[in-house]
């Protein structure tokens, strides 16, 4: 029986890292959670939402429009973190989805 499920996606970086939204989208929910530290929810329509974990600063407010680009936060080791890195987990309809589907995927 699975009892610490990680979906999404790590990536190790430098702490103070920025961290860029992927896509453009609005900020639904930022908080600071036991497991995934300092978190910010993008919502970019259409079910899709994004969850940056681990941030060493909060850089939007709910409410916040995001350009595709537009920098969230910075990377950091906050939550249940054993050094300083990006999770980005990707939901659609609620569903989890695999990030690494839109890596590499959008042509301008």
Same mark, same amino acid.
């Given at each position: $029986? $699975?009892?610490n499920p990680h979906s999404g996606l790590d990536f190790a970086a430098s702490r103070g890292t920025s961290i860029k939204a992927p896509a453009a989208g609005k900020v639904i929910l930022v908080g600071d959670y036991f497991f995934n530290g300092k978190t910010v929810f993008v919502d970019h329509g259409q079910g899709l939402i994004s969850m940056f974990c681990h941030l060493s @600063?909060? +850089? *939007? &407010? *709910? +409410? =916040? $429009?995001l350009p595709r680009g537009? *920098?969230?936060? &910075? @990377? +950091?080791a906050t939550g249940r973190a054993t050094g300083p890195h990006l999770h980005?987990? @990707?939901?659609?309809? =609620?569903?989890? *989805? =695999?990030?690494a589907i839109f890596i590499g995927a959008f042509t301008p």
């Amino acid at each position: $029986e $699975e009892r610490n499920p990680h979906s999404g996606l790590d990536f190790a970086a430098s702490r103070g890292t920025s961290i860029k939204a992927p896509a453009a989208g609005k900020v639904i929910l930022v908080g600071d959670y036991f497991f995934n530290g300092k978190t910010v929810f993008v919502d970019h329509g259409q079910g899709l939402i994004s969850m940056f974990c681990h941030l060493s @600063v909060i +850089g *939007v &407010k *709910v +409410g =916040d $429009e995001l350009p595709r680009g537009g *920098v969230l936060g &910075k @990377v +950091g080791a906050t939550g249940r973190a054993t050094g300083p890195h990006l999770h980005w987990n @990707v939901s659609l309809n =609620d569903a989890r *989805v =695999d990030p690494a589907i839109f890596i590499g995927a959008f042509t301008p």
